[in-house]
């Protein structure tokens, strides 16, 4: 096992290499939080009321709402093309899709709305998927029981937690066949970090030779004694590295004063970086799903294209900004422009603006003229809409965006501009489509680790079962797994649903292909139910058809009572014993 210094170095290494990411990441979330600053010419300018664009965040809102409002559907293929194997793919996509909602459910946002934004926001999606009996064991291991317990509390969503990291917040070393490792920094208090970690922290961070914090607590000091700091009560904050990789994994923290920044990871002449854990954890896999899209042509930055790659290169945003700032501005320090004109040997020439119509006196030799009110620059307002019309050909077209549309636009044009606006997500959504699929295949991954058979409770021809994926049948990682988000537009479904049926009517199409194109997350579900429904009306039918047996008459008399015969209704052969029924 190497020494932590070590991983400290390869650590700076992947925090360097990503500087040129993590600057246009940054400008990423600055349009997505609407933060933008004025230039500092116009700072000083004090007419000018700053205006800032919407349009890169609704952007990102539009799409991420399009492609993260129909569950994924999970399609399992197994190396194996026997009965038994594709009875196992279909019990694989019922477990992880029921395990992937009970994950979402114990978060505080969707997770595929998280995977979704990351891959509309930064073009790269990141998710630790973390198997909590495993967990639970590893912190009663470094003594946290507190958290230990919280963690069985937990299990009452499912053994998975699936946790969608910011990628500013994660360096990945990848090679030309997989990522190879993981180095996640986080800021945390220093109570929180004794609370996660356990003893292993607390008992260093007591030391006195650390001589920078004399208890694992946080505490909230007066602001008398803010004002005098004491050197060990400074630091109420650590940077903490988790380095991983397929064999090995080392953490460590440093201590910091604040929030405000993350620590080197080398730690500092005021404080040394604290060992927290290092060991070959022997899992065999890596348990990050990392992805990135873009292009593999270029390095650093550029490898990654978001949304918004093109407005932050061309600095549409701010030449946005800029021009709607100054034609509000303009607008606004014209609103109380004078809007009469007095000419005259004195002032005494007195307005009152009370009722409407009312008679202005004028002193004689003088003269009351009404001045034009300042008009629009019509070139700031050019200038604007070309923008604005600039900025939706470089993300997202209008018409996902809003429900706005010329009035009278037919349906065939409105439905083709609709596909070509979700042909722009293509890339975005190919991209959330990867990194889900490595969630599932890595929840297999722990599973097989386990050794614990996986438990899921579904929905099979109207009634409730229990399915089981044992790892001691077979390898359950030997599956390929594609996972697919249909977009969610009315006009697209419509679409789908039309060309779907002709498919099935014309062509002979397969009803379940057909179910999965139109949006069905599980097609056999929904034709095992068709089918129930179909039982049930056949049944009925023929419950009728033996009531009907019941009421004929003798054999007689039975053709003149036949309706499909042209005769009467059968119950019109005892018109006695009909009355005495209405009588009872």
Do not use: C
């Amino acid at each position: 096992m190497q020494e932590l210094a070590y991983f400290q170095s390869i650590a700076q290494n992947m925090i360097a290499a990503d500087r040129e990411r993590d600057e246009m990441l940054r400008a990423m979330d600055a349009m997505w939080h609407n933060r933008w600053q004025l230039p500092p010419p116009l700072q000083a300018v004090g007419w000018v009321h700053k205006v800032v664009s919407t349009d890169p965040h609704d952007a990102v809102r539009a799409g991420t709402r399009v492609l993260s409002a129909v569950a994924p559907r999970i399609s399992v293929q197994p190396l194996n093309e026997d009965a038994a194997g594709r009875g196992q793919a279909e019990r694989m996509e019922r477990a992880l899709a029921w395990h992937f909602r009970n994950a979402t459910r114990r978060r505080r946002a969707s997770v595929l709305r998280d995977v979704v934004l990351s891959a509309l926001l930064y073009d790269e999606v990141v998710a630790q998927v973390v198997y909590l009996p495993a967990q639970q064991q590893a912190v009663r291991t470094l003594g946290a029981s507190a958290l230990a317990g919280g963690l069985a509390h937990s299990l009452r969503f499912g053994p998975f937690a699936i946790i969608v990291r910011n990628p500013q917040h994660v360096h990945v070393r990848y090679s030309d066949w997989q990522p190879e490792a993981v180095l996640l920094k986080q800021v945390m208090r220093v109570d929180e970090a004794a609370a996660f970690w356990g003893d292993v922290l607390v008992e260093k961070l007591q030391k006195p030779a650390r001589g920078l914090l004399r208890r694992p607590a946080a505490v909230q000091r007066t602001a008398a004694q803010q004002r005098t700091p004491r050197n060990d009560e400074m630091a109420t904050h650590l940077t903490i590295f988790d380095y991983m990789d397929t064999e090995q994994r080392a953490v460590w923290a440093v201590l910091q004063p604040d929030a405000a920044a993350v620590a080197e990871p080398t730690g500092s002449e005021q404080a040394a970086a604290i060992e927290i854990l290092r060991e070959a954890h022997g899992l065999g896999f890596l348990p990050w799903a990392a992805k990135v899209g873009g292009t593999t042509l270029h390095g650093g930055g550029l490898q990654r294209i978001p949304l918004l790659a093109s407005v932050y290169q061309s600095r549409q945003w701010d030449t946005q900004n800029i021009v709607e700032t100054l034609l509000a501005s303009e607008v606004i320090a014209y609103a109380a422009a004078p809007r009469l004109k007095v000419e005259g040997p004195s002032a005494e020439v007195d307005v009152d603006y009370g009722e409407p119509g009312r008679v202005v006196h004028v002193p004689p030799g003088h003269q009351l003229n009404p001045l034009a009110a300042p008009g629009l620059d019509e070139s700031l307002a050019r200038i604007a809409e070309r923008v604005a019309e600039r900025m939706g050909k470089s993300t997202v077209p209008r018409v996902l965006q809003t429900a706005d549309f010329p009035g009278g636009t037919a349906f065939a044009t409105l439905n083709l501009a609709t596909q070509s606006g979700i042909k722009s997500l293509t890339p975005y959504k190919e991209l959330a489509e990867d990194a889900l699929a490595e969630v599932f295949h890595l929840m297999l991954h722990w599973v097989q680790h386990s050794g614990e058979p996986l438990s899921a409770y579904v929905s099979k021809r109207g009634r409730r079962e229990t399915i089981a994926l044992d790892p001691a049948e077979g390898d359950l990682t030997q599956v390929l797994i594609d996972v697919e988000l249909t977009a969610d537009v009315p006009t697209d479904r419509m679409a789908r649903i039309n060309a779907a049926s002709m498919a099935v009517r014309d062509l002979g199409y397969s009803r379940e292909r057909a179910l999965e194109q139109i949006g069905e997350t599980d097609a056999k579900e929904v034709m095992a139910q068709a089918e129930q429904e179909q039982l049930a009306a056949a049944r009925l039918e023929a419950r009728k058809r033996r009531l009907l047996a019941d009421a004929e008459p003798p054999e007689p008399n039975r053709r003149g009572f036949d309706p499909a015969a042209g005769g009467l209704p059968p119950v019109m052969a005892d018109p006695e014993g009909v009355a005495g029924a209405n009588t009872e």
